[in-house]
Every structure is written in C-alpha cells, then in structure tokens.
Nanobody
Framework: VQLVESGGGLVQAGGSLRLPCAAS????????IGWFRQAPGKEREGVPY????????IYADAVKGRFTISRDNTKNTVYLQMNILKPEDTAVYSC????????????????????WGQGTQVTVSS
C-alpha cells in the first residue's frame, strides 16, 4: 500500500496550489481519503475528506470556500485544490486512506485512517 503526495512548494498569499495524492496497492474506490495538515508545534488537523464512491466531501471550517477535494478513481488519485492561500495554511500536508466498510460515516479523526503518505510541504509567504 502506498500513498504519494506531490505538488507542495512555496507560494505567496492569495496564490494557489494543487496537491495530487496517488495511491497504489489497494482497491482505491473502496477507500475514503482524507487530507491532513500539521504545522510546527501544532496538532494535526483534518482539512477535507472525500467519500470512496459518490464524491461526497466534508471540509474543515478553516478551508471552506477556498479548498476543493476531488478524486479520479480511474487514476487512483485524489486532488486537493487550494486557492486563496493564507500564511496560516503553511504546514506539511498528508493524505490518508481508510476502508469504507469499517466506517459508518466519513471519519474526521486521523486515528481512524490506516494508510498514510509521507507528506508534502506547503509554505505560504505573506
């Protein structure tokens, strides 16, 4: 099982980035995917989450209206489109996966997720 994030980098406030999360080694469309971020000295927090087969998504209040999560099950990839970036969005962003059958609803707790990528750094300058 492997999840690989990419697309991170340095961007000015107000800019955009798109983070792909490419998956392999499991039946991708059986898994809920979440994006999490962790800034230095802060707790890991969930950003958005997307269901396995119907595109239903949940967003944290901090990113609603700015971030969009989507998935292409034919490419085994989830995308995080981040617009109107703010300095407080600076963090390491990681995607994670959990088998849908183990959950009654889209999980928001990082402890519910079984598989994790290595993360990609996003830095937003003011």
């Amino acid at each position: 099982v492997q999840l690989v994030e990419s697309g991170g980098g340095l961007v000015q406030a107000g800019g955009s980035l798109r983070l792909p999360c490419a998956a392999s080694g499991f039946t991708f469309d059986d898994y809920v995917i979440g994006w999490f971020r962790q800034a230095p000295g802060k707790e890991r927090e969930g950003v958005p989450y997307i269901n396995n087969n119907d595109g239903r998504a949940i967003y944290a209040d901090a990113v609603k209206g700015r971030f969009t999560i989507s998935r292409d099950n034919t490419k085994n990839t989830v995308y995080l489109q981040m617009n109107i970036l703010k300095p407080e969005d600076t963090a390491v962003y990681s995607c994670a996966a959990v088998w849908w059958a183990t959950m009654r609803s889209i999980p928001r707790d990082s402890h519910d997720y079984a598989y994790w990528g290595q993360g990609t750094q996003v830095t937003v300058s003011s």
